[in-house]
């Protein structure tokens, strides 16, 4: 049987093993984060060890186990799950691992998502990197471009607008003379 410490540092390791993850302690619980987006809280208070993990697949599963309810503060419409343990219950890691890889995955930018697939799948796609300027620039000038033909239409409307105004007003004088 696995004891609450042992369980707390197991799920921690793995969340941590993720591609670009790193351990926060904001309100004095421990929480992993990918790219600044939390997909675990961990807490021990009181001898009870609880999780919260985003379950977007498996949240109704999750839900009709003993141990899991929805989150609090709201989380929970967004398909946040809390499992909570107390001392001498038996704490089903592989199961919690596997609700782990389920909110990273919920959680991760997409690129980092699809690299580990491929990962797993034995194609070992490079981890996702910062774009490289050249497209940034080459959409940048691409815009401007845009932008430019955009205000030329423009005055070519008003101007159009305006001799048809002029005209329609040199109409009007003529026919009160």
């Known amino acids: 049987m ?3 410490k042992a369980a707390e540092k197991a799920l ?3 969340a941590l093993a993720y591609p670009q993850t790193r351990e926060d302690n904001p309100w004095g619980h421990r929480v992993a984060k990918v790219k600044d987006k ?3 809280f961990l807490a021990t208070e009181n001898g009870v060890l609880s ?3 985003k379950l977007p697949h498996s949240g109704g ?8 309810e929805p989150t609090g503060y709201g989380m929970g419409k967004s398909g946040w799950v809390t499992a909570s343990f107390k001392p001498g219950q038996p704490v089903p890691v592989e199961l919690l691992r596997a609700w782990l890889d389920e909110s990273y995955q919920a959680v991760a930018p997409k690129t980092l998502v699809k690299a580990l ?5 034995g194609s070992a796609a490079p981890l996702p990197h910062a774009k490289s300027p050249a497209p940034k ?8 471009v845009t932008t430019k033909r955009a205000a030329k239409a423009e005055t070519r409307a008003v101007s159009a607008g305006s001799k048809r105004a002029s005209s329609r007003a040199a109409s009007a004088r003529t026919r009160r003379s």
């Open 12 to 14: 921690m390791d793995a």
């Open 38 to 40: 939390s997909f675990l």
């Open 117 to 121: 697939q491929a990962e797993r799948a």
């Open 61 to 68: 599963m999750a839900l009709s186990l003993p141990f899991a």
């Open 51 to 53: 999780l919260s993990v």
């Open 2 to 4: 696995t004891t609450l």
């Open 137 to 144: 620039a080459a959409k940048k000038a691409a815009k401007r």
